[in-house]
């Protein structure tokens, strides 16, 4: 058998830069279509699964919370954005968490069992159409 050169193909930078573009496309209509920037408008608290408040994400308040274990959370609602700022639990990993503004991000004291969600309405995105 002949030794072949190795030859520089078009394929060879074809696909790879197709792949890049198609993912390119993926992120940005994702991003455009989870509304205009994601930010939620109220922050859902809730306690060993059951709901111990809603506050608007508009009001700066400070929210101290009984939690499940008898450990308190203090939930810090300022600027648009909600984050714990204290925390009674032994590993404290919920004061170490960012705050959070967008609609699905959590907040989580498992000692405590607290859940803190962004909320927000969703501005007319069809996810369906039937006929």
């Known amino acids: 058998m002949k030794n072949e050169e190795l030859k520089f193909r ?8 197709a792949a890049i573009i198609f ?12 509304g205009a920037d994601g930010r939620g408008d109220m922050v859902r608290v ?16 400070d929210i101290i919370i009984k939690g499940y274990a008898g450990f308190t959370n203090t939930l810090l609602i300022d ?25 699905g991000e959590t907040i989580v004291c498992l000692p405590n069992r607290v859940v803190i969600e ?7 995105n069809i996810d369906a159409v039937s006929r």
């Open 10 to 17: 078009k394929s060879d930078v074809l696909i790879p830069l």
């Open 23 to 34: 993912s390119a496309g993926i992120w940005i209509f994702s991003a455009l279509s989870s």
């Open 46 to 61: 809730t306690v060993n699964g059951e709901e111990y408040g809603r506050f608007p994400l508009s009001e700066k308040r």
């Open 79 to 103: 600027n648009g954005e909600a984050d714990i700022i204290e925390a009674g639990c032994p590993d404290k990993i919920c004061v170490h968490q960012r705050k959070i503004s967008r609609r």
């Open 118 to 124: 962004i909320e927000g309405k969703e501005e007319g």
